[in-house]
């Protein structure tokens, strides 16, 4: 991971929707490690889908309408003998699968993931969605000149393939920076969130020999910036070419060697990136930002399947990876890792069971 910047407020733990761009790769890669490293999870999960299956055709019949949806944890979750008593028996299934494979935090994500990912897998199949697909596919496959098979054995449609349809966590999360995007508009009274930084910090290097003498800070540096937001406010003098012809830095051969004039430029380039990056992280930082840890050894998240799921000790996690990455693992490598891998994908390992526990 990359040591992304993310706002602490806007992340909901118990959504499958990310703001926090950061947190949501995490998440990915260690779902697709879960799919890869140990099928055992999703096939449990589906032991649960007629159950599921169950209870969206109650509420078909008996709600359709609502908002007592059996996709969303919230619902099921509060479910009782008085209360949607048809939800029991699939929250009491949600909660054990979560449980089982030790998928446990502070909050309920794992439990929202899985019954989401029941509920796309629920829609896939329905004969009418099937049916959609299947004319979309013969679509794509005609414009593009290939077979359905070829279309079929691709990445991108073979988990939803009629009637060959995968169940799926990882397909089940996403991430969104419109809603950040606005917020941080708000902070600047600005009505446009589009594009945000790219409008508002765009790399903008255009020196000018003139205010370089004088002028302190990464202004002077950004003259076609300022040239671009004056042309915007004096429009009356549109016809007058010399006010609103730019100039800028520039070589002139006849006073400087190339060798002398790329120096220059060089060293003022790296001055404003310095300055770029410090006015940019500022702005975050006094808007609440936070910035996440490096997480540079994505193996740790290979190690939390191990760990969480497949119930391997540390020791046996040391010596699996220290015979096979040429290196020797010592188990606190090991804790740490996971440690820090499981704070970012939403696991507390304090509600960890042991083998021996279960």
Known sequence: MKGLYYHPDRIIDSSTMFLDYGRYSAITLFLELIESMAPEVLEDLKDIYDIYAEAEEWFITYHKGSQLW???????????????????????????????????????????????????????????????????????????????????????????WPYEEKLTLVNCIFQDEETDNIELSKSINDDNHLSFFERTFPVAFTPSNIFLKNDEGIYPYETMQTHYELINKIQQFKDDEDLLAYS???????????????????????????????????????????????????????????????????????????????????????????????????????????????
């Open 70 to 160: 059996p996709s969303e944890w919230g619902v099921v979750k509060e479910s009782n003998e008085n209360f949607c008593f048809e939800y029991t028996q699939l929250k009491e299934k949600i909660t054990s699968w979560v449980y089982k494979f030790n998928l446990v935090g502070d909050s309920d994500f794992y439990c929202t993931l899985g019954l989401c990912s029941l509920s796309f897998y629920y829609d896939d199949c329905k004969e009418t969605e099937r049916k959609k697909r299947l004319d979309e596919y013969n679509e794509i496959a005609k414009r593009y000149n290939v077979s359905l098979e070829t279309l079929r054995r691709s990445g991108r449609y073979n988990r939803t």
């Open 248 to 358: 800028g830095m520039a070589w002139d051969p006849r006073l400087k060697t190339w060798k002398d004039f790329e120096s220059e430029l060089d060293k003022m380039f790296k001055q404003y990136k310095d300055l770029y990056r410090e006015r940019t992280e500022k702005f975050l930082i006094e808007r609440g930002y936070l910035k996440e840890p490096e997480k540079r050894n994505l193996d740790h998240f290979k190690w939390l399947v191990h760990y969480l799921i497949q119930r391997w000790t540390l020791r046996e996690i040391a010596d699996f990876y220290s015979q096979n990455v040429g290196e020797e693992v010592h188990e606190d490598t090991v804790s740490h890792g996971i440690k820090s891998a499981a704070r970012l994908v939403l696991i507390d390992l304090r509600k960890r069971k042991s083998i021996e526990n279960n």
